[in-house]
């Protein structure tokens, strides 16, 4: 099943009333291409809703590819490049959550420079993984779209529960934790809320 994310309302009542006026001053094709502009804007900010199971698994957030893996010690960063329609989903059960804003310009390429300047979010949180504490750090860069990032109000989120919403940007995650290894590889697909990205 697909949802519109709340995150398109506002974009989405904009261009409804430019196809209005549009209407009203008898601009039919202007009307037309409006109404087709609003369907690929609704399209693009809607996401497939995945149930909710309780694995025993820290999952990938979003979908998309991996375009690095890095470990060191008893860490393991993930670069994930999303697909379009890029809901953010909690890895796992997330305690202590802490989100932060970072306000910046916003890129369409990556660049040293877009790091550097680029807005981006951050969530620091607690999980448990067979029985063992882990620390989860997300980072979302979003490029062009101020809609997209990370937003949650919460401390504690609850496995597959919607923690942000991104389509076009990247997505970093960091996990530490006691003789942690991934499971996935780089310049693989991983699909949000199912593929599990590390084991003990």
């Not at 909690?90 to 916003?106: T, V, W």
């Not at 062009?144 to 937003?151: M, V």
């Amino acid at each position: 099943m697909r949802i519109i994310e709340p995150e398109s309302k506002q974009g989405a009542y904009l261009i409804i009333i430019i196809g209005l006026i549009a209407l009203y001053c008898n601009f039919y094709i202007l009307t037309v291409a409006t109404f087709i502009i609003l369907l690929g804007w609704l399209f693009f900010c809607s996401s497939k809703v995945i149930n909710p199971t309780i694995p025993n698994a820290v999952v990938s957030p979003i979908n998309g590819k991996i375009t690095k893996i890095m470990q060191q010690h008893d860490a393991i960063e993930i670069i994930i490049k999303p697909k379009f329609n890029g809901r953010i989903y909690a890895p796992s059960d997330l305690l202590n959550i802490e989100i932060m804003q970072h306000h910046g310009f916003y890129f369409y390429r990556n660049s040293k420079l877009s790091e550097e300047l680029g807005a981006y979010s951050t969530l620091k949180a607690n999980t448990i993984f067979k029985d063992e504490k882990l620390e989860i750090k997300i980072k979302v860069i979003p490029r062009l779209l101020r809609i997209c990032g990370l937003r949650f109000a919460k401390t504690e989120a609850l496995f597959l529960e919607k923690i942000g919403f991104l389509n076009n940007g990247i997505l970093h995650i960091h996990i530490q934790g006691k003789n942690i290894q991934p499971l996935v590889e780089q310049n693989t697909y991983v699909r949000g809320g199912i593929t599990p990205l590390i084991t003990l």
